[in-house]
């Protein structure tokens, strides 16, 4: 890959993904705070923001019959939390709630959407930043997935 190709790789620090997000989005902005046990989103609720996690630890969460809640993820800062906003129906497809004290930024997805829509070419270097965070995240749940199947009594 060539030199200047580089710079379009994702940068992978949280300050760059918010100095971008909040530069690219100023005006689509909100500043939240929640407290331990608030929830944040609700499965099959409308899908219209987005947040990046500043501090604070948040349980993403799922219901499994039988057995209420299950936590199937938990997201700490320089986390993005809702990417349901991006692909329809656009409702939430999990649960989330705040383990402990959390700051975060929330991001109105109609505001953002229009944003990419005006301006392709740096939407497309925010998607690619947003890809590796979904990426990173899959690579995780994939380690965790073999971690348990390697216990198992089929081994």
């Given at each position: 890959?060539?030199?200047?190709?580089?710079?379009?790789?994702?940068?992978?620090s949280f300050a760059d993904l918010e100095e971008q997000l909040t530069?690219?989005?100023?005006?689509?902005?909100?500043?939240?705070?929640?407290?331990?046990?608030?929830?944040?989103?609700?499965?099959?609720?409308?899908?219209?923001?987005f947040y990046l996690i500043k501090q604070g630890l948040v349980a993403v969460e799922?219901?499994?019959?039988?057995?209420?809640?299950?936590?199937?993820e938990t997201l700490g800062p320089g986390d993005l939390l809702g990417f349901s906003w991006l692909f329809p129906p656009r409702?939430?497809?999990?649960?989330?709630r705040a383990v402990e004290p959390t700051d975060a930024r929330a991001f109105d997805a109609k505001c953002v959407t229009e944003r990419f829509l005006a301006d392709p070419a740096a939407a497309c270097a925010l998607t690619?930043?947003?890809?590796?965070?979904?990426?990173?995240?899959?690579?995780?749940a994939r380690m965790q997935r073999l971690d348990?199947?390697?216990?198992?009594?089929?081994?």
């Amino acid at each position: 890959m060539s030199s200047e190709n580089q710079d379009l790789l994702p940068d992978e620090s949280f300050a760059d993904l918010e100095e971008q997000l909040t530069n690219f989005c100023s005006d689509c902005i909100q500043d939240v705070f929640f407290e331990p046990n608030d929830l944040i989103m609700r499965e099959g609720a409308p899908a219209d923001r987005f947040y990046l996690i500043k501090q604070g630890l948040v349980a993403v969460e799922t219901h499994v019959p039988g057995r209420g809640p299950v936590r199937v993820e938990t997201l700490g800062p320089g986390d993005l939390l809702g990417f349901s906003w991006l692909f329809p129906p656009r409702h939430w497809s999990t649960d989330a709630r705040a383990v402990e004290p959390t700051d975060a930024r929330a991001f109105d997805a109609k505001c953002v959407t229009e944003r990419f829509l005006a301006d392709p070419a740096a939407a497309c270097a925010l998607t690619l930043r947003m890809l590796k965070q979904m990426y990173d995240r899959l690579e995780r749940a994939r380690m965790q997935r073999l971690d348990v199947f390697s216990s198992g009594p089929w081994r």
